[in-house]
């Protein structure tokens, strides 16, 4: 795991839930291309509008113990959630691909019952990347709130609303996009996805999602 280099003092509630791993495949380029042929669909539910595969990798499987390893060498990883929705919805939640092109743009949001922990991989080809912010976090303006985290529910229905207007939200940190880069944090942060950019597949923001979940932890998820 490398350092984390950006141009934020970053705050510690945020700092110490996040891990930067960089080269993290050993052939990112092969998972790049699986990506690439990937059939893409927009969705009507969740936060954002970029499109997600309906595919998953071969590997999710081997690559999300390995991720949740990295948060916790102690805890048990919830695999078995993650195929039974698999199964059920016909939709991948871990090992799947996002697209996002140009004119798509995030939402602040958090996860709240599923993928405590996200992963994301950023396989735009290395020039594309370069420059370009990642991951980025933020601060609610009137509440000082950071995640969700100790919010009663009428408050977690107001930041929720208030996801789609930048003006209710203080960008306080961000992780450099960068080919085979991978973003692990704990997602009851407020965060949102970088603008999309590019026209196809191949040009766009391309990029490698986990939510993970531990067995310890789903007595803490609401109902």
């Known amino acids: 795991m490398l350092e984390l280099t950006t141009n934020y003092d970053w705050t510690p509630s945020v700092a110490r839930r996040l891990r930067v791993i960089d080269e993290f495949y050993v052939d990112a380029a092969s998972v790049r291309e699986f990506g690439l042929r990937c059939q893409f669909e927009r969705h009507l539910s969740g936060s954002g509008v970029a499109s997600n595969s309906l595919q998953r990798h071969p590997d999710a499987k081997t690559t999300y113990f390995r991720l949740a390893h990295i948060i916790s060498s102690q805890k048990q990883p919830d695999w078995d959630s993650v195929e039974s929705s698999f199964r059920?919805?016909?939709?991948?939640?871990?090992?799947?691909?996002?697209?996002?092109?140009?004119?798509?743009?995030?939402?602040?949001?958090?996860?709240?019952?599923?993928?405590?922990?996200?992963?994301?991989?950023?396989?735009?080809?290395p020039e594309i990347c370069n420059g370009r912010k990642g991951v980025i976090f933020y601060r609610h303006r009137e509440t000082q709130l950071e995640s969700f985290v100790g919010a009663d529910s009428n408050t977690i229905s107001m930041l929720r609303s208030q996801g789609a207007d930048p003006s209710k939200w203080e960008e306080i940190g961000y992780v450099p996009m960068q080919f085979n880069r991978v973003a692990l944090f704990?997602?009851?942060?407020?965060?949102?996805?970088?603008?999309?950019?590019?026209?196809?597949?191949?040009?766009?923001?391309?990029?490698?999602?986990?939510?993970i979940d531990f067995l310890e932890d789903l007595s803490e998820r609401p109902s």
Request: glycine letters at 14%.
């Open 88 to 125: 059920f919805w016909g939709i991948p939640s871990s090992g799947a691909y996002a697209l996002s092109l140009e004119g798509d743009r995030d939402t602040v949001h958090f996860h709240r019952r599923t993928g405590r922990w996200a992963g994301v991989c950023y396989l735009s080809t």
């Open 186 to 211: 704990d997602a009851r942060h407020f965060h949102a996805a970088s603008p999309g950019f590019g026209t196809s597949t191949a040009s766009g923001r391309l990029t490698q999602l986990f939510g």
